[in-house]
């Protein structure tokens, strides 16, 4: 009889493209996803991968495995979200992805509320910025802004939230000696990946051509509050901190809109549902914050 476990490991392969990737996503060692691809080789009596200098490559008996592996796992899937479903204690696991900033900075003291009011129910926070897949019931709630609602999976359950903003930031003591004209440099503060943002201006403020290079926003944020230069921040974060201000003659611009998204039958899970119903409801309180309207430029 084949084993399930055996199967995923052979997924997470074929997927990744490699052992060490596969290991990498599924939390093992690679020596383990070579045992595991062995005794399914072993089970089915057929080589899985053909290993080249590039990585693995299925091979024809792999490719057939691959394509029943995937409706099992689909089976598999559905079967444990309408088992999940039918769930309605107030207690269990509650497994919620959401970005970093957004944990950080806004929402992890109201899960912090939630935990209080139900402590039965063990929460997973996800802080983290790649997308966790619902179906795959990698979360339970995913937090994401989405800019455009028809990128929304089909399969997904969204409920609404605030629109978000974000603006151009520097720190007020920063801003006190640029106005006192101190020559000081000013640089863009950006994170790698991104880059400084097409509708981000410097305003009234003239930087550097040398930016100053970070590779996350807490270091970002850490760096504007020390006051080397100009940086975009959502505004949830600007304004909050006492430190920064907004940068004069800088825009607002609207990142997207924040949803509660959820999946087929987990969704109906009461503690799903209790924690939807009252992250939604704090949302809704942080919109004038969310949406840069709860100060006014400095």
């Known amino acids: 009889m084949i084993d399930w476990d055996d199967v995923r490991y052979f997924l997470a392969a074929a997927r990744e493209g490699s052992v060490r990737a596969a290991a990498k996503r599924l939390g093992v060692?690679?020596?383990?996803?070579?045992?595991?691809?062995?005794?399914?080789?072993?089970?089915?009596g057929a080589q899985m991968f053909e290993k080249l200098p590039s990585g693995y490559r299925l091979t024809a008996a792999g490719e057939e495995v691959l394509e029943l592996a995937n409706e099992m796992e689909a089976s598999s899937n559905q079967l444990e979200t309408r088992v999940l479903g039918r769930d309605q204690s107030v207690r269990g696991?509650?497994?919620?992805?959401?970005t970093p900033i957004l944990a950080t900075h806004l929402l992890i003291p109201d899960f912090a509320d939630f935990a209080r009011l139900y402590p039965d129910i063990e929460m997973e926070i996800l802080s983290s910025g790649e997308?966790?897949?619902?179906?795959?019931r990698e979360a339970d709630v995913a937090i994401r802004v989405v800019y455009d609602r028809k990128t929304l999976p089909l399969n997904l359950h969204g409920l609404k939230g605030p629109e978000l903003f974000g603006g151009v930031y520097m720190s007020r003591d920063r801003l006190a000696a640029w106005r006192a004209g101190a020559a000081d440099p000013i640089r863009w503060i950006v994170i790698n990946m991104h880059g400084i943002p097409e509708w981000a201006s410097e305003?009234?403020?003239?930087?550097t051509g040398v930016p100053f290079r970070v590779?996350?926003?807490?270091?970002?944020i850490s760096a504007v509050r020390q006051g080397l230069g100009i940086t975009t921040l959502p505004c949830f974060v600007g304004d909050a901190d006492p430190l920064l201000?907004?940068?004069?003659?800088?825009?607002?611009?609207?990142?997207?809109?924040?949803?509660?998204?959820?999946?087929g039958e987990t969704r109906k899970t009461k503690r799903v549902r209790l924690f939807t119903e009252f992250v939604s409801r704090r949302?809704?309180?942080?919109?004038p914050l969310l949406a840069g309207l709860s100060i006014s430029s400095d």
């Open 29 to 44: 060692n690679h020596a383990t996803v070579l045992r595991r691809i062995a005794q399914l080789e072993e089970r089915l």
């Open 93 to 98: 696991l509650l497994r919620v992805t959401l």
């Open 131 to 136: 997308l966790a897949n619902l179906t795959k």
């Open 203 to 207: 305003g009234e403020v003239r930087t």
């Open 215 to 220: 590779t996350d926003a807490a270091a970002e």
């Open 245 to 263: 201000v907004r940068v004069p003659g800088t825009d607002l611009h609207m990142y997207g809109t924040l949803w509660l998204l959820t999946q």
């Open 283 to 287: 949302l809704a309180a942080y919109t």
